[in-house]
């Protein structure tokens, strides 16, 4: 589906065009055209190859889609695969946008995710210096865009990752702790993936030697680049904290079982006691100490409620109960 189809000619915009008019306005000296497309069907997307004459193979990654976050170059045009991720319910939904940049046209193909990028283009239009500088300024803006958003969902991830590190200190439901660790590790790994192979990517652009289209905007792809490492230096420093998590986790459950078989223990020696005497003047002997005292029956009961209470408070003091 095509979204918008505009030229726009030093930085201002010139018309909104059909995709058969493209050509024409492609052979307007300081024009560049900016195609946004939303998971177009094979037709849309060999017309676009035709008029703006990028890669059979980079139009064969963005009609099937599933690829790795990637910068790569062409004769004459560069093609950058970005992960789009957005957060639905506790998962995040992984999109991805193929965007194709020539020194006079810029392509963008969204698939598998809602939100668009009406907002970055507002924000070009609303900069007409910096939009003078063409196609790799448009790039360096949809490159941006993805990347800010990645910033709030490793915001809610920590937020998250805080509150089940309260629970596990709460001594709360241990075991819905080590799911919900294992979840976020899951979502960590999944932004991990979409920012990892970018920022390697990125540094096609950001170098010495850049494609044309990207001629004159080093300093900021850098800028790009400082975002993607403080994002992989949180998310690294996040799983280490998954991983302290869990084990944290599982010192306490193993902390509660050891605790739990102090009680029994103490119980068991308490129950014992009674259950020794009881079992001697069970027996069934003839000539057994005091067998036929007056006093033997509240003599034993009383040996075994001095002996119990002496017990239970030795086990209170170590705290085993």
Not at 238 to 262: C, F, H, P, Y
Request: charged letters at 20%; a negative charge; hydrophobic letters at 45%.
């Amino acid at each position: 589906m095509l979204v918008r189809c505009v030229a726009y000619q030093q930085g201002r915009m010139l018309a909104e065009i059909k995709p058969e008019e493209i050509a024409n306005y492609l052979a307007i000296p300081g024009c560049f055209v900016w195609v946004a497309l939303f998971e177009p069907d094979i037709e849309t997307l060999l017309l676009m190859q035709r008029q703006f004459g990028v890669h059979p193979l980079a139009i064969e990654d963005a009609q099937h889609g599933h690829q790795l976050p990637k910068v790569e170059e062409y004769v004459g045009s560069v093609f950058v695969v970005v992960h789009m991720i957005e957060a639905e319910g506790e998962e995040l939904r992984v999109g991805e946008v193929a965007i194709f940049a020539g020194p006079n046209f810029i392509l963008s193909v969204r698939k598998g995710a809602r939100k668009g990028f009406e907002e970055v283009r507002a924000r070009c239009e609303h900069e007409p210096d910096l939009l003078r500088r063409g196609p790799g300024y448009v790039l360096y803006a949809l490159i941006d865009a993805v990347v800010d958003r990645y910033f709030p969902l490793l915001q809610s991830i920590e937020d998250e990752l805080d509150a089940v590190e309260q629970r596990i200190f709460d001594n709360v439901t241990t075991r819905e702790n080590i799911q919900a660790l294992y979840a976020i590790k899951r979502r960590l790994m999944i932004v991990r993936h979409a920012v990892s192979p970018l920022l390697e990517g990125l540094a096609n652009l950001s170098g010495t030697r850049v494609p044309i289209v990207c001629s004159g905007m080093q300093e900021y792809f850098r800028d790009i680049s400082d975002h993607l490492h403080r994002l992989s230096q949180n998310i690294e420093s996040n799983r280490d904290t998954v991983g302290t998590a869990i084990s944290v986790n599982l010192s306490m459950i193993t902390l509660q079982e050891s605790e739990t078989t102090k009680r029994l223990a103490s119980y068991a020696a308490l129950v014992a006691i009674p259950t020794l005497i009881a079992g001697v003047y069970g027996m069934n002997f003839d000539y057994m100490p005091e067998l036929h005292w007056k006093y033997g029956y509240a003599l034993a009961m009383g040996a075994m409620a001095i002996i119990d209470v002496l017990v239970f408070l030795k086990l209170r003091k170590a705290r085993w109960i």
